[in-house]
């Protein structure tokens, strides 16, 4: 009766009687503690002092009630909210919430907010500056005010390409649990995306090359993700890939693509740039993660492109891979699983 009691309760549970000794427990206990605690006691098992206090309270004076309670196992640290409630005979039903999800979502959102704050203060405070300039030692100055006011619609276009950087990584983010359904040609998408593109990369001398791009290549997917995807991606490689140099775009397939499992559909972004250097590589699709070298700090970037991209790649059950040689050229690499 007590088995099938606890086998029906979602959370990891036991009972303790009043002698401190673990009765019965559910698979849940096993899970979280590694092994059944049946016949142990309980005050070897909870040695944290609110919560064996919120458990002593309850098998002595049948006092519930609840504390939280850390336990650190072969998955990591958790966190949990337990449980002690008193069901007569001196008994106690102790069960574990874990936490941990609620605990990391709210430390990424605080961190969130901070870099968002501190993205805008620094063009904010460059602005506010300027009025005051503007206002007061450069009044007469007209050549001044033009550089000044030129300065300040570059700060105000960061800031509004920055919001609406945000905005499109909270649309994925969104919907990244459901699937897109249409089927798209990304050699059409890639094509198009270079098209838009061409100004940029004639302004800076650069040249494409594409193979594969004549062919279909269909995925499913969503055709305004999927662009902004390569457009960052594209766009990536023309800011840090240098003038006068080569952007190579290819497309191909492959039979079986191990981590997805099944055959996939490989788009490949590689720039003849400086590269970067290894220790980034992993936090690159980090929000607002910049590698601050002199290089690229003046190319007023918020960090925000490949997190769009890694979100994106991520709704459509694919994967990213990134590799650089400094001094040679960074690869973006998109493996998208293809449709049989
Ligand atoms: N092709 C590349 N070659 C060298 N470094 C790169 C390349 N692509 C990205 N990076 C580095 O990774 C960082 C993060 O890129 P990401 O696209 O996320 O942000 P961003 O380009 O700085 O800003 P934006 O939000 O405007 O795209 C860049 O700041 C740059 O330092
Ligand atoms: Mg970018």
Redesign the pocket.
């Known amino acids: 009766m007590i088995e099938a009691l606890l086998k029906g309760i979602p959370l990891p549970t036991m009972i303790v009687g009043s002698d401190r000794i673990v009765t019965h427990t559910n698979a849940g206990i096993s899970e979280i503690f590694g092994r059944d605690l049946a016949g142990e006691n309980v005050v070897n098992l909870i040695r944290q002092a609110q919560a064996s206090a919120a458990i002593e309270a309850c098998l002595d004076n049948g006092r519930s009630g609840a504390a939280r309670f850390v336990l650190s196992n072969h998955s990591g640290e958790h966190s949990f909210q337990l449980s002690a409630g008193a069901i007569g005979n001196g008994q106690a039903v102790i069960s574990f919430e874990d936490q941990t999800r609620h605990e990391e979502d709210d430390a990424m959102r605080r961190d969130f907010v901070a870099n968002i704050s501190h993205e805008l203060r620094t063009p904010l405070t460059s602005l506010m500056g300027f009025i005051e300039t503007l206002r007061g030692p450069a009044r007469g100055d007209t050549d001044a005010q033009d550089r000044f006011l030129s300065i300040m619609e570059r700060e105000a276009e960061r800031m509004s390409?920055?919001v609406s950087?945000l905005l499109s990584l909270s649309r994925v983010e969104v919907d990244e649990r459901v699937r897109p359904r249409d089927q798209v040609d990304i050699s059409g998408v890639l094509r198009s995306v270079i098209a838009t593109l061409e100004g940029k990369m004639s302004d800076a001398d650069i040249t494409v090359n594409a193979t594969n791009l004549e062919n279909a290549f269909i995925v499913q997917g969503d055709r305004d993700q999927l662009t902004q995807l390569f457009l960052?991606l594209i766009?990536?490689?023309i800011?840090?890939?240098g003038t006068g140099k080569t952007i190579h775009v290819s497309l191909s397939t492959i039979a079986r693509d191990q981590p997805l499992r099944q055959p996939a559909i490989k788009a490949e972004i590689r720039?003849e740039?400086?590269?970067?250097d290894p220790l980034?590589l992993p936090r690159?699709?980090e929000r607002f993660?910049?590698?601050?070298?002199h290089r690229?700090r003046n190319?007023?970037?918020?960090?925000?492109?490949?997190?769009i991209?890694k979100h994106i790649v991520k709704r459509h059950r694919g994967r990213l891979e990134i590799s650089?040689k400094q001094e040679v050229?960074?690869q973006?690499t998109v493996f998208f699983p293809q449709k049989s």
């Open positions: 390409r920055m950087d960052n766009e990536n490689a800011k840090y890939g720039d740039g400086a590269g970067i980034h690159l699709t993660y910049r590698v601050d070298d690229n190319q007023g970037g918020t960090g925000l492109g490949l997190a991209v650089s050229g960074s973006f």
